[in-house]
């Protein structure tokens, strides 16, 4: 290396930008320093304030050599001792980054002839790496379609215990409007077998008298009436059984990956629907269910969340209590809260809430992976999630998702 870059002399004005200045007089100003001057070695004053009657020079030496002066009043010349030590450090920052920045220039420039031999190998070990990085992200990718495959059916996981544990509900809820309609429709063939057994003789022999007998034996206002009731019935049991199934199929739509303009706010409803298919304890479930814009999101992973959150509420709480589900607008995001009278959680608990195939149940009966997935699709909506519980006392659970104008890539 070139010794000349050791002995390299610089000036005040390479080393004191006049950025800087600025910065200098307000502290030069916070000691109460009226009037001063700093000067290069030309005497060139670079800063100043007011006017020196007489003077007092206190030189700059970064180095051996000073590269300007610090002139004041004498009656200041402690105080300008402490300002001049102030710009020296300045000065000597500057310098060594300087001194810093040559080296580097030189080393730099002396290094270039070594690297410039090492081209041709490393052109050749670009080859090689070209081709190490070609098969390293065929195998990100396959990474990646694996990292994908197993959020599926992480979420498929999740979907499967909640609706095995909705199926026996479902199938009670199901099971009562089937029963009464077939058993509607057994007693409308017998009302009907009734009717035939009346008017068929009077069809063929034309005799009203016995008809008139005949109605009043077989209760005929009676049949009348009661078979249109059994219609009524059957026909309003139908469709509850078509909600029902409508609603689980809705909430079945996990696969479907496409974002589908969806109003929140319905969807929290139905979810509470299918909820009380399986609630048969001494719950209640009330609901705040406000206006919401509609926003693009995935239905079936929402419905998941909400379904998710409300089956926790539910298990928190051991004999009776009361579980209310909220959806509104908040400081335009979407706003669902799920709180229960349950059984809290302590802070340590709060803390693992969200890791994976944590539980406080006993071995068996849960899969853990409830508030992991409802973390998951909240984020995946670009959302957030926050829980508030007291152990004793029960837990708030509150979702703030974006309002999404287009579907999300």
């Known amino acids: 290396m070139d010794m000349d870059e050791y002995e390299k002399v610089f000036i005040i004005d390479e080393l004191l930008p006049e950025r800087t200045f600025p910065r200098i007089s307000k502290a030069i100003a916070k000691m109460n320093i009226e009037n001063y001057e700093l000067v290069d070695t030309n005497q060139k004053i670079l800063i100043f304030s007011g006017h020196l009657d007489e003077r007092v020079s206190i030189p700059l030496c970064p180095e051996l050599e000073p590269v300007g002066y610090f002139n004041c009043n004498p009656k200041d010349q402690e105080l300008a001792q402490a300002a001049a030590t102030f710009i020296l450090e300045i000065l000597q920052t500057n310098w060594r980054y300087k001194m810093a920045s040559s080296i580097h220039i030189q080393v730099t420039r002396e290094d270039f002839d070594a690297l410039s031999k090492k081209n ?38 999740e979907k499967m215990a909640s609706i095995g544990q909705l199926a026996s509900g479902i199938a009670h809820e199901i099971n009562n409007p089937i029963g009464f309609i077939s058993s509607n429709l057994h007693t409308a063939a017998e009302y009907l077998d009734e009717i035939k057994s009346i008017l068929l003789p009077i069809q063929k022999k034309g005799l009203l008298p016995k008809l008139i007998k005949d109605f009043d034996e077989k ?39 496409e974002d589908v303009l969806t109003d929140l706010s319905d969807c929290a409803e139905k979810v509470v629907r299918i909820l009380l298919t399986s609630v048969h304890r001494n719950i209640n479930i009330t609901t705040d269910i406000q206006p919401v814009e509609k926003t693009y999101c995935k239905l079936g992973h929402i419905n998941q969340l909400l379904l998710n959150l409300l089956h926790n509420a539910v298990e928190a709480i051991a004999e009776k209590g009361e579980i209310i589900l909220s959806c509104k607008m908040l400081e335009e995001k979407i706003c669902i809260e799920v709180a229960d009278t349950g059984m809290g959680m302590s802070q340590d608990t709060m803390k693992k809430a969200f890791d994976p195939f ?27 999630i926050f829980i508030d519980s007291q152990l004793g006392e029960g837990t708030k659970i509150q979702i703030l998702l974006p309002i999404m104008k287009e579907p999300m890539k």
């Open 358 to 384: 944590y539980t406080t149940h006993e071995v068996g009966s849960g899969t853990g992976l409830g508030l992991t997935v409802s973390r998951d699709v909240v984020c995946a909506h670009q959302g957030e």
């Open 120 to 157: 041709e190998q490393l052109a050749e070990s670009e080859a090689r790496y070209k081709a190490l990085s070609e098969n390293l992200e065929k195998k990100v990718v396959a990474q990646v379609k694996l990292i994908e495959e197993s959020q599926r059916q992480l979420y498929e996981t």
């Open 219 to 257: 209760e005929m206002d009676f049949i009348f009436s009661d078979f249109n009731e059994l219609i009524h019935e059957s026909v309003e049991g139908a469709k509850r059984v078509k909600t029902i199934v409508a609603d689980l199929k809705e909430f079945s739509n996990v696969d479907h990956s």
